[in-house]
C-alpha cells in the first residue's frame, strides 16, 4: 500500500528519506494506516527518534505528519525549496 526509505543515523535516531502510497491507496484511509504502522516498526526496532524533510508547499504530507505526530522543528532552504524539518521522539518521557 506504501512504501518509505530510510536512513539510520545512529542507533537512536532514523531519517525517513523518500516514501509514498501506491496508486490503490493514495488518498485513502489506508494509506495513513500504512504510515502509522511504519513508524510504529521503526520504534519496535529500537529507535527513540525519526526525522524527516518536507516542502513547504506539500499541503497534505504536512497535514499527513502532523496528524501522525510530527513537530515541526526547523526549516531549510535547498535548491530553491524550502522545506521544513521535522521530529518524532518515540521514547516515551
Avoid at 62 to 87: D, N, P, Y
Wanted: glycine fraction near 8%; charge should be positive; proline fraction near 1%.
Amino acid at each position: 500500500m506504501a512504501y518509505m526509505t530510510c536512513k539510520e543515523l545512529d542507533s537512536e535516531t532514523v531519517y525517513l528519506q523518500y516514501g509514498g502510497a501506491f496508486p490503490s491507496s493514495r488518498g485513502t484511509i489506508n494509506s495513513f494506516k500504512s504510515y502509522m504502522l511504519m513508524l510504529s516498526h521503526l520504534k519496535e526496532q529500537g529507535y527513540e527518534r525519526a526525522g524527516t524533510y518536507i516542502e513547504n508547499t506539500n499541503i497534505s504530507m504536512l497535514k499527513f505528519a502532523l496528524k501522525a505526530g510530527w513537530l515541526i522543528t526547523g526549516v531549510r532552504t535547498f535548491k530553491g525549496s524550502v522545506l521544513l524539518e521535522l521530529q518524532m521522539e518515540f521514547k516515551e518521557s
